[in-house]
């Protein structure tokens, strides 16, 4: 079945870099595009980022557009995501989640926690 | 970007009772409307996508309807496990947005 495991997460000071992995298994991970959505303590959901199976298109939202990279190695089955100049709003438990039809977002990992603190 | 609002933010709900979540776009989404229920310290899980297909191994009683702008999720006949909160979201338009959750309680 569909396996998606985060890791990477920490507590990190302001202003810091950190870069979040997602091992991907039971499905072949180059047809999928690929999410990473994040969930600040408490509270909802906040979609962060997109990749295309190919990773040749990426799109972010806007608290987080020129701060993040989405890439990923298919050769792998390996997705990555890395926030550089973080900030407090940046903690929160980031999973990944595959897209299985088209925009639908069918599976997700169990997320990595990013605290982000000094 | 669209703007979802689910209401109520609470909903108190007996076992066996039916339950009724609602999601208003702030434009048209058409059918890309999913749903999502998340418990305490898990992942959220796909109940329901373009607007009223259930995902798989997602029990009957898990229903959707509407679309456009005004989307609902039935779940009737309440049971212990679904007690949970519930999120929609829309992927009409990038970015994708999601409603800001209906926490489903025990009465």
């Known amino acids: 079945q569909v396996q998606l495991v985060e890791s990477g997460g920490g507590v990190v000071q302001p202003g810091r870099s950190l870069r979040l992995s997602c091992a991907a298994s039971?499905?072949?991970?180059?047809?999928?595009?690929m999410h990473w959505v994040r969930q600040a303590p408490g509270k909802g959901l906040e979609w962060v980022a997109l990749?295309?199976?190919?990773?040749?298109?990426?799109d972010y939202a806007d608290s987080v557009k020129g701060r993040c990279s989405s890439s990923r190695d298919n050769s792998k089955n390996t997705l990555f995501l890395e926030l550089n100049s973080l900030r407090g709003e940046d903690t929160a438990i980031y999973y990944c989640?595959?897209?299985?039809?088209?925009?639908?977002?069918?599976?997700w990992g169990q997320g990595t926690l990013v605290t982000v603190s000094s | 970007e669209i703007l979802m609002t689910q209401s109520p933010a609470t909903l108190s709900v007996s076992p066996g009772e039916r339950a009724t979540l609602s999601c208003r776009a702030s434009?048209?989404?058409?059918?890309?409307l999913a749903w999502f229920q998340q418990k305490p310290g898990q992942a959220p899980r796909l109940l329901i996508y373009?607007?009223?297909t259930r995902a798989a191994g997602v029990p009957a009683r898990f229903s959707g309807g509407g679309s456009g702008t005004e989307s609902t999720l039935t779940i009737t006949s309440l049971q212990s496990e679904d007690f949970a909160v519930y999120y929609c979201?829309?992927?009409?338009?990038?970015?994708?947005?999601f409603g800001g959750g209906t926490k489903v309680e025990i009465k």
């Open positions: 989640a595959r897209e299985g039809i088209v925009g639908v977002v069918d599976d």
């Open positions: 039971g499905f072949p991970f180059s047809n999928n595009a």
């Open positions: 990749i295309s199976a190919d990773g040749s298109f990426r």
């Open positions: 434009q048209s989404v058409g059918n890309n």
């Open positions: 373009d607007a009223s």
């Open positions: 979201q829309q992927y009409h338009i990038r970015p994708l947005t």
